[in-house]
Nanobody, 125 residues
């Protein structure tokens, strides 16, 4: 089971940090991805991070504004979101996958193994 924390309401240009933690398994062994779904829209990819944290990927829509990191000692993954825009509001989900055969298929297909229930991010003045 995955759990997300840190959602809330922030003004445009503001920042939020989301956290993702696991229950029942060690998250450090998994690639972790973030996805988001805005009302009336399809779920979209946001970012992923490798097990060691060495490799990260960001969709163009968040590149340069969002930073994904992990603290394997705390078994937690963090999504730092800066310069939030009116188009960023959504339910944000973290997902984890062992990615035995690589992260590409699970991430790009959205078929990661474990999913959290999501945390709501709102951006409004």
């Amino acid at each position: 089971q995955l759990m997300e924390f840190g959602g809330g309401l922030v003004q445009p240009g503001g920042s939020l940090r989301l956290s993702c933690a696991a229950s029942g398994f060690r998250l450090e062994h998994y690639y972790v991805g973030w996805f988001r779904q805005a009302p009336g829209k399809e779920r979209e990819r946001v970012s992923y991070i490798s097990r060691s944290g060495t490799n990260t990927y960001y969709e163009d829509s968040v590149k340069g504004r969002f930073t994904l990191s992990r603290d394997n000692a705390k078994d937690t993954v963090y999504l730092q979101m800066n310069s939030l825009k009116p188009e960023d509001p959504a339910v944000y989900y973290c997902a984890a996958d062992l990615a035995v055969s690589g992260i590409d298929w699970p991430f790009y297909s959205g078929r990661m193994e474990y999913w959290g229930e999501g945390t709501l991010v709102n951006v409004s003045s």
